[in-house]
């Protein structure tokens, strides 16, 4: 075959250390375009992005020569030094140490992106360890609770 081709879908969540409420919607704002940027110059696709204040949800289509590892340490170095750099009073702003990472089918696109999209709606009945937990379970991801939080 003379090429590669592949088409790796991504729903990826991770949160901010201790689940610090840190994301304020002017950060967003600017903070989303910002991964947005990190996942094209790592020649990755960025579909959507959104959260609330303590997590962020990315759909992302993925290249097969890179790790997902690789993508959010990326991700999360880049734009925490630009938080630290951009907001100085954020001083203390970080991510979480690990980050979960789910296959999506392209017949499941709509589906993620309205989920993404509605995220503030969604968090009024939900907290991000509840959904979490959920997600873990509806994809079949052995886990102890445990060590699933900081």
Do not use: C, N
């Amino acid at each position: 075959m003379p090429g590669t081709y592949t088409q790796i879908l991504l729903h990826i969540v991770y949160s901010t250390k201790h689940r610090e409420p840190w994301i304020t919607p002017d950060l967003a704002e600017r903070l989303y375009p910002y991964i947005g940027g990190i996942v094209r110059a790592e020649r990755g696709v960025l579909y959507d992005i959104g959260g609330v204040a303590d997590h962020v949800h990315l759909y992302v289509r993925w290249r097969p020569d890179e790790t997902v590892s690789s993508l959010l340490k990326t991700i999360k170095a880049r734009s925490s030094l630009w938080v630290h750099h951009t907001f100085p009073k954020l001083a203390a702003f970080a991510w979480q140490e690990g980050y979960s990472a789910f296959s999506i089918s392209k017949s499941q696109e709509e589906a993620v992106k309205k989920y993404i999209a509605g995220q503030a709606e969604h968090h009024k009945r939900e907290d991000f360890k509840t959904e979490l937990l959920r997600f873990l379970r509806a994809h079949e991801i052995e886990f102890d609770e445990r060590y699933v939080f900081d």
